[in-house]
């Protein structure tokens, strides 16, 4: 699939926003797709290279210093720019500024994996051009970002020149009014060492506090045109190389410029191992460098397959995401996914729930090797989140800070960050999802226990009996515009599942023989055990007589409510117009809380209950946060209310391709883009996978033709075409599975057909 956009008007909002929307990422490395030869200057730009989990740790000043305040962040870093490009016909420079675009295009190949730049351009003086620009971060070769640049002269005969810049000297964006971008800039990474080989540049540098090191190695190949020449040169934080490619007219002269990035993290030598991985990529070449990348990019498509017939816009919009899906994701267990993935540096590159309620659903069902590198990241930071914990006064247990890369909370307001306990309660979610749709017993006895006990044993010391119910108190739910509350439902009934859990896998690791070595290393006794059962079948779980729905924590029905209906379209998002204490004080909510405990612990209410919240939580959510209304969509299917959960649904899947919040400069929301797969797969296709096994309830909105997708289910692949009239469910390979259609169970051998069956309710 392919999706281009004309962009003739060089309109500077749009540009900024395309530089997100074209970025090219592995999960290793994610590079911004600015214009090589660069904006004329006053244009904003974000220009900008990551990597994933490469950070340095900045001052986080906090007025008011009470102990236990996080004094420092980690914030992801830009890093050398190898994107420059500079062109010139004979001694006119390439500037679509001047002269007159004849045709301009860009367009990503979500099947071949690169970016490319059509432009037809006139120069001032005349000279026609026509010049396509690949960009490629290799799924293969983590380290590589290729640029391919071809010039093919229209109506003229003269000499190219090429300016290919390497800059070490690079800094983060910073924007002092947006809480969720960093405030300050600083030179964090600082180049060391700049050295040439013949047509090749290398830079080292460090960072300033964290004491990570990156290498860069830029090399270039001439692949088309007549005699040539190709010079590298180096200063003291940067370097370039100098191209000359004689040009016929009607004929191309291009070449090749390979980037590769190493870091200390993952290379324990990065000087050489950039210089190793830059040489294999120039003796690879590109036609093979683009096979590798479709041939990685067949088997994705293949796992992850998802059309939906009667609305191309949609269509393109659910493909999007779950490629960025998977340019964002870490592809080892050193790095998870930033709430932006590795298109821009809104929320600093950081780490939050947002992987594990959002992202490894998706994973899960497609790609399972990813959902277990990020599960096994957690695992990684284990240690720091025990230390967290007891940094905020816990004798036990493992509390992950709200927002990291290393480990260490990097929240610097803990009302909304901090207290959001339910984040471990969220992980413990992930570790059991991770176990359902893979049956990794293995996992669980290598990480995934421990992790689960100690989450346990944080519920318990965080909780508190009273009047013979279990409560936990201060915390803050997901809805971050009602902070530090007592009995937050959502919270509380993650505390409930993690305990369930703990003793759950106590007791399976014991009738393997598999605990004792792991229950020896970190103490865990059978009182413990006994513990976790009491406090879970005693957990608190507000609920409203009078109203008969779940309020979101003990005060909150007790609040004035906000009269959204009243409130100027300009005062949103909430967060940047009022202060947060006023906020708090209504009951007005960011994105869904309770409405997302109904989709997630679903089970421990009616339907009735369930649909009482999800029309009153409707009244006062803002959706301000783009985590919001894929939830909304889910539970609407799910109460059948049709019209609901296609809005709802409409609105998340968009949300990037068309920029609905107003910030995808800043980059892409890859928790909607999870949140939009799982509206139509947990939503549309009714899925659920619980310990009892796989069910669906299908649906399709009147005016889609049909919706097929496939997900991956305990070693089976599985297809699933829902239409008007019918359900399709195909196993495509792999051992039979038991399922439950409608409620109905049915043995899936080959292939099921099924009528559709719903209707609105009365
Ligand atoms: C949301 C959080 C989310 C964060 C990062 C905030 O706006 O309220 O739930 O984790 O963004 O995506």
Redesign the pocket.
Known sequence: MKYSINYLSLNNKDLVVNETIFHNANGYIGIRNNFEEAYPSGYNTVRGSYINAFYDFAEMKQAENFYGLANEKQTMLNVADTQGVKLFLGDEQFNLWKGSIISAKRTLDMDCGFTERYIVWRSPMGKEVEIIIRRLTSFVRLPLFLIDYSVKALNFSDNLYFVSVHLGAVMNHANPDDP?LAAESARYIIPGKVHVEETASFITSSTSKSGLKLCTGVDHVIMSGGHFECNSFAEKESAWTEIKIGIKEGEKAGFCKYSVFTDSLRYADCEKSASEELAKAVATGPLEIYREQKEYLDKFWDNAFLKIEGNERLNMALNYNMYQLLQSAGKESKSSVG?KGLSGEG?EGHY???TEMYIEPFFNLTVPEISKNLVSFRYSILDEARKNARLLGHKQGALFSWRTIMGKESSGFFPAGSAQYHISGDIAWSIVSYYFASGDYGFIVEKGAEMIFEIARLWIDAGTWYKGQFCIHCVTG?D?YTCMVNNNYYTNLSAKFSLYWAVRFYSLLKDSGDIEALAERIKLCPEELEEFSRAEKAVYLPYDENQKLNPQDDSFLSKKKWDLSATPKEKFPLLLHYHPLHLYRYQVC??ADTVLAHFIFEDAQSEETIRNSFLYYEGITTHD?S?SACIFSIVASKLKLYEKAYKYFGNSAMLDLYDLHNNTKDGIHT?NMGGAWMAIVYGFAGLRIKEDGISLAPWIPQKWESLCFRINYRGSRIQLKIEKSRVTIVLLNGAEKEIKVYGKPYTLKDRLEIPVNYSEPA
Request: hydrophobic share 40%; no cysteine; aromatic share 24%.
């Open positions: 969720r709430a929320y939050f729930w947002d997901p971050e960011k994105q946060s985590l928790a």
